[in-house]
């Protein structure tokens, strides 16, 4: 039985305690959490009888409470405290970002790196999703050719201003470290590379408080490309409702699309760019099949990157959902996202991370200060 503490119970950190005192992931037992409000500490006592409680991090890593930390704190601290968890012995499964920037990263990874007889896991939980995970194995087993092209509308992030003004840390280059980019589409952003590799440039345009009242971006706009040519657009905002999901990859046999949890696949008869080559009419197109893929159905989310962590302790063989060495990956895109809209021109992957560093602390060092707050909210189905 793996011995678990939770270092953050805000919102998504309170939900991961509920998973496993609900018995959800049956291979863990909490043993500690820890959190900076005393509220929310008093909420573990009693949510948690068993449970030891701490204020800091730092102070349940050092306590030999737990055998591995899930830390779902502020971005900022996510290399730093799976860093010292590592010194400490622990494995970490860290939440999405792996961190803010990508050198602070560098630096969680070369600690990982340091005990390889840990676990190192990030909770990239839609990569459990089965329609994602299908569209990974049709791009990977070369069922659509070689990728053309790629388009994600992703405008389903609402947020109101109540969302925003609930945590001081939030919607604050010095607290949170971005905006829809940072927190809401760390998803997206994993998937988006996991499925088509990281684009070799970007160029982008962030409109910062262009909805609600934050200095950070919440609207976004990025076209990309790719090593092999191919092109991309990355749509994402917190401010539409209903707001839409739809990605859509095209290759040279065909073309995916997911939407409303639905994957469908247009496929070609033939592969296009030989068609174009022997095809000796002017407008036709090679024959196509439309097609419903079926899917496993299997969609466990956060309770199943859990449940793999756990799995990969008990024995290596297991694999993880991510390792949480692929968290620089999406957060190197976001960055670079970021970089090209602060300078106005396109960049190259990967990024000057040291101007990046500068320019985000250029930004830090006027953030707002916000009152502080003390509001959990219900996550179910947000992410």
Known sequence: MLKLGIIGVGNIGSAHFGSVMRGLCPDIVLTAAADRRESRREWIRQNGPDVQVFCEGSDLIASGACD???IATPHYQHPTLA??????????????????????VREMIAAADQRPDLVFAMMFNQRTNCVY????????????GEIKRMSWLVTDWYRTQFYYDSGAWRATWAGEGGGVLL?????????????????AKVHA????????DVEIEDDVTAYLEFPNGATGVFVTTTGDAPGTNRLEITGTRGKLVCENDVLTFDKLEMDERAWCRVCKEGFRKP????????????NPQHVGVMNAFAAAIADRKNPLVADGREGINGLMLSNAIHLSAWMGETVTLPIDEKKFYDLLMERCKTSRHKADSDVTMDTAGSY
Request: with cysteine.
């Open 68 to 70: 591995a930390v899930l």
């Open 83 to 104: 860093a010292e968890a590592f010194r400490h012995g622990l494995h970490v499964l860290c939440e999405k970002p792996a961190g803010v920037y990508t050198l602070q």
């Open 133 to 144: 995970r299908k569209m990974k194995e049709m791009i990977s087993g070369g069922e659509i």
């Open 183 to 199: 927190n809401q589409c760390p998803h997206q952003l994993d998937l988006l590379q996991w499925l088509c590799g990281l684009p």
């Open 205 to 212: 345009f962030c409109h910062e408080g262009k909805w609600h």
């Open 287 to 298: 024959e196509c099949e439309h097609i419903v893929e079926e899917t496993d159905g299997a």
